[in-house]
């Protein structure tokens, strides 16, 4: 059953969410927590000091962290676990559990609300040109949804799931008042939060959180229909134009590379290249819409609209 609880932030969201997921560490006794990786700092940390360093509201991602808690995982099944994930990164974490790779069961997940990221390019060009850190930005924002859409990546702009869910704890930010306070959600009913937060939270910011999650999801619906119906014509627009541009791209394999899906379950090749294409259904089906594949694409192709209108498709094929 899931327990609402808020904390005041008194002016600091960042520094509170870090000091709160700190305190979390040393209640559950964890070994070792893998976060998303910043722009210096590593992905494992080994103690909750280190959490100083850790911003997971930071509008850049770099990679998917789900593959790293995967890895972490297999390499030591005696450590107790801390993940810290967005809600794309969750969803590949399950994904990934439902092939075998992970049990979430033995972890501590941790997911926060996204407020969008920019591209890697433009998120250290604004970085360099602005005296404002763009996290306070982002998170000035949060209150209204987050910065205009457009201005991040395309698959920030078209996620309709940007809330954090199904985390063992899950931090709420989206429209709220995040300088006065943010939300904690409860969903492992052993997690002792009383002496951790500020008391349960009001209707009102569970109400309004609610409100604008829903308002984001309309509209980033919105936005994902138009820029799949403004697709080149061009462009792969079924299955089977799909396979032919893999096979097109012959030895590249880098948007597969990246994809945490992969790391677990790698589509496979035919004789001469081809993807088989059980295969390619069961890996676009399970796609995590991070966007990483389309973030590595040497040619600069608009991939998570291409995954996204033919796994549309697939899933209507699938429903007949």
């Avoid at 040393?26 to 494992?44: C, F, H, K, W």
């Avoid at 790779?101 to 033995?106: L, N, S, W």
């Avoid at 709420?172 to 904690?184: A, I």
């Avoid at 089977?240 to 880098?254: K, P, T, V, Y």
């Amino acid at each position: 059953m899931n327990t609402e609880w808020s904390l005041n932030t008194h002016g600091d969201p960042l520094g509170t969410l870090q000091k709160f997921i700190a305190a979390l560490w040393r209640q559950t006794n964890l070994d070792a927590m893998v976060v998303p990786p910043g722009i210096e700092n590593g992905s494992l940390l080994k103690t909750p000091e280190q959490l100083k360093s850790v911003n997971p509201f930071q509008p850049l991602m770099k990679a998917n962290t789900a593959r790293r808690v995967v890895e972490a995982a297999q390499k030591s099944s005696e450590t107790r676990l801390g993940v810290l994930l967005r809600p794309c990164e969750m969803r590949a974490l399950h994904e990934m559990a439902a092939r075998g790779a992970v049990r979430t069961q033995d972890l501590l997940i941790i997911c926060v609300d996204c407020l969008g990221t920019f591209p890697a390019e433009e998120y250290e060009w604004r970085a360099a040109r602005s005296a404002k850190s763009l996290t306070k930005e982002a998170l000035r924002f949060a209150p209204q949804g987050g910065i205009s859409a457009y201005r991040y990546r395309p698959a920030c702009q078209m996620c309709t799931q940007p809330g954090a869910v199904g985390g063992d704890v899950n931090i709420g930010v989206l429209g709220l008042p995040v300088r006065q306070s943010m939300l904690v959600q409860a969903r492992n009913g052993k997690l002792v939060l009383e002496s951790l937060t500020d008391g349960m939270a009001e209707g009102v910011l569970v109400a309004k959180r609610e409100k604008m999650l829903a308002k984001i999801s309309d509209r980033h619906g919105q936005t994902r229909k138009r820029v799949i119906n403004g697709l080149n014509a061009n462009l792969p627009a079924d299955l089977d134009a799909l396979m032919d541009q893999f096979e097109a791209c012959g030895e590249c394999q880098s948007c597969l590379d990246v994809c945490p899906i992969c790391s677990v379950d790698y589509p496979r090749r035919v004789k001469g290249g081809r993807m088989q294409r059980e295969d390619l259904v069961n890996w676009l089906v399970s796609c995590a819409g991070c966007g990483m594949c389309e973030q590595a694409c040497p040619k600069s192709m608009p991939l998570s609209s291409i995954f996204s209108r033919v796994r549309d498709q697939i899933e209507v094929e699938l429903a007949l």
